[in-house]
């Protein structure tokens, strides 16, 4: 059973560039959610997709964003990058919102210069 | 506001030296308290769900316990291979999507 899938996972950018990072969750999960990782703040959450829709958003600004496909494939976009955007993004992925746990990917490690 | 505060930062033991982790949370209303474990590079590993007051799991050399305040992961004689940081998260019935995440435990076992 394959798990989650992010793509890419490595990424250098420079500032004030837009990026595009992809996941894929595991076959039948139909819930993806989006954390950012750093030293300095730990894991914090971005937003969860449920069928195409989001269903929360942390409190991150209006540059990060977000979507679900109908195969459940769901992508996050940083816009105008900043150099605190570095960070290591990390996908979630479950059957709904379940408290059995969620199955992260490796994650996008995104350095911006 | 949903809160998980862990300790200690790092934790060094040598090689079968049994301790434990703490996670303290403060949520409104608890669905479920999630233990992850994550090696560098790498994404977080689900461990354990916990979730009522006196529940306990465990999984080899490891042991969770929940009470209304906070959760222990008990460490039994660990082996080297156990080094990684212990993630713990809660989840809230008022916003179950959103899985708050505690800083870490980075756990270090010499041999």
């Known amino acids: 059973k394959a798990g989650v899938t992010q793509t890419p996972r490595y990424l250098i950018k420079t500032r004030g560039q837009q990026v595009t990072l992809s996941c894929s969750p595991i076959?039948?999960?139909?819930?993806v959610s989006w954390y950012q990782q750093t030293p300095g703040q730990g894991l914090q959450f971005l937003f969860e997709?449920?069928?195409?829709?989001?269903?929360n958003k942390g409190n991150f600004p209006g540059r990060f964003s977000g979507r679900q496909f109908s195969n459940s494939r769901s992508e996050m976009n940083v816009s105008t990058l900043e150099l605190g955007d570095s960070a290591l993004y990390l996908c979630a992925s479950s059957l709904a919102q379940q408290t059995s746990g969620y199955t992260f990917g490796s994650g996008t490690r995104l350095t911006v210069v | 506001e949903d809160q998980v505060t862990q300790s200690p930062e790092a934790l060094r033991l040598q090689e079968g030296e049994s301790s434990s982790l703490n996670c303290s949370y403060t949520v409104s209303g608890l669905r479920g308290l999630f233990w992850y474990r994550q090696d560098p590079g790498k994404g977080p590993e689900f461990l354990f769900t916990l979730y009522s007051a006196g529940e306990e799991k465990e999984k080899e050399r490891l042991k969770a316990t929940l009470t209304k305040k906070e959760s222990f992961l008990h460490i039994t004689a660990p082996k080297p291979e156990d080094s990684a940081t212990y993630l713990c998260?809660?989840?809230?019935?008022?916003?179950?999507?959103?899985?708050?995440f505690g800083s870490g435990t980075r756990l270090s076992i010499r041999p």
């Open positions: 998260a809660v989840q809230a019935y008022s916003s179950a999507s959103k899985i708050i």
């Open positions: 076959s039948g999960h139909r819930s």
């Open positions: 997709y449920f069928s195409e829709t989001q269903r």
